[in-house]
């Protein structure tokens, strides 16, 4: 599966064994590149904290030091900014996981891994906690693109998992009846869910719950 970020230099491939792989596409980049990713970069952190909807121009202003038209010699509209920005979070949001995943050996402790991954959702990766979390509440009545972005890498998420599983399945560590698709599906909602939840009340030990009963079931399935 091939991802790719609009306005950045770096194409991302998505390998069912749970790995990202990111292939410089053009290692030069011009002034104009240049200054539309300092934009990016500078305003994200505000977008995913403060939302689409509660970013002001100003805020960008304030953040990159540029007057309004020098951020609109970059971008269209604030939506074309916005889904920029959100082509941004989401590419580290891969980048992380891939390096995390990647490191283990077995398709149970790559499950392992990612699963701690999210045990913190107080001291999330990037600032302003997870952007499918963070844009896809609230795109799902006022962005249809964003919402349609968002929407595309929960289910390459869940295929992300599924991925894990079937090769662990193949390579006869989990059980054939350890059935991927659903346990994906289970695992990113269950994670996703308990996310909100512990932000909201401010404590994360309901997704350290939620992350113990999921590798229980994770290790009902191994063959020996």
């Known amino acids: 599966m091939r991802l790719t970020n609009p306005g950045s230099d770096i194409i991302c491939y998505f390998r069912p064994k749970g790995l990202f792989l990111w292939r410089q596409i053009n290692p030069i980049m011009g002034k104009a590149e240049r200054t539309r990713q300092f934009i990016i970069e500078q305003a994200a952190p505000i977008f995913n904290e403060k939302g689409i909807a509660g970013t002001t121009i100003n805020d960008i202003m304030q953040a990159t030091k540029m007057a309004k038209g020098g951020l609109y010699g970059h971008f269209e509209s604030k939506d074309d900014m916005s889904e ?124 350290r719950t939620i992350i113990s009963n999921l590798k229980t079931e994770i290790n009902t399935y191994r063959t020996a």
């Open 84 to 207: 920029a920005i959100i082509d941004h979070l989401l590419g580290k949001l891969a980048t992380k996981v891939s390096s995390i995943v990647a490191k283990e050996k077995t398709a149970r402790m790559k499950l392992f891994a990612l699963l701690d991954f999210y045990k913190d959702p107080l001291e999330p990766y990037c600032q302003g906690g997870c952007p499918l979390v963070n844009f896809g509440v609230e795109a799902d009545d006022t962005n249809p693109g964003i919402k349609q972005k968002i929407g595309e890498r929960m289910l390459t998420t869940q295929k992300y998992i599924a991925g894990i599983i079937n090769q662990g399945i193949a390579d006869n560590e989990f059980r054939a009846d350890f059935d991927a698709e659903t346990f994906g599906i289970k695992m990113f909602a269950m994670v996703e869910g308990a996310t909100i939840i512990c932000r909201v009340l401010g404590d994360s030990s309901q997704m």
